[in-house]
Every structure is written in structure tokens, then in C-alpha cells.
């Protein structure tokens, strides 16, 4: 159904949403964000083919995979992620006192 698409669901679903089962694609997303600010044409070209798959899979009738297991229809996005994945690892190579935090507060978690 392309005018209601699931797209909530498809990506925060505790079943089978994207974010739900593949934690490192939030952090990929926001890369694709950093992207785009760095080189416009490229970061929203990436960041398009993304929506327009999330569109995709969110628009059919079975929209959790059915019988399937967790973001495995995502596979085909796992190359746009992984590129996100490393302007997300390179921004934070360069700002070492974010990952400091992050570890201290993992640490506070426990």
C-alpha cells in the first residue's frame, strides 16, 4: 500500500525493524548525514536509495518479512550503511574525547 507505508515499524519494529536488529545502522544513518554535508551530491544520492528501499519494503502487504527473521531484507543496503559506518567511525577518529564518553557511559550502564 504506497499511500500508508509502515516505514515506523519497518525500521523500529522490535520483530523485524531495521534498527531493532542491526544497532550499528543508526550510527551508519547518521555517517550518511555527515556525508551529505561533506559532499552534498553523493550523501543524498546514498541517503535517497536508502529511503526509497525503506519505501519499498514498507508499501508491501508483509511488511515484517512474514516468517522471516529480524533486517535480513536490508541486506542489499548493508554497502550504503557500511560507507555511513566509516564517515561515522572517521568523525569520531577525530574527536577521541566522544569515544571516551561513550565508554564511560557504557561503564555507568553496567
Known sequence: DWAH????PVLFSSTAGLFAWTPLALPAVIGLVLLARRDRRVGLALMATLALG???LASTPTWSAGVSFGARRFTEAY???VL???????????????????????????
Request: hydrophobic share 60%; net charge positive.
Open 79 to 81: 554497502p550504503v550503511l
Open 5 to 8: 507505508p509502515h516505514v515506523g
Open 84 to 110: 555511513g559506518l566509516c564517515v561515522t567511525a572517521e568523525a569520531l577518529l577525530r574527536r577521541p574525547w566522544v569515544l571516551a564518553l561513550a565508554a564511560l557511559a557504557t561503564l555507568k550502564l553496567r
Open 54 to 56: 525503506v519505501c519499498v
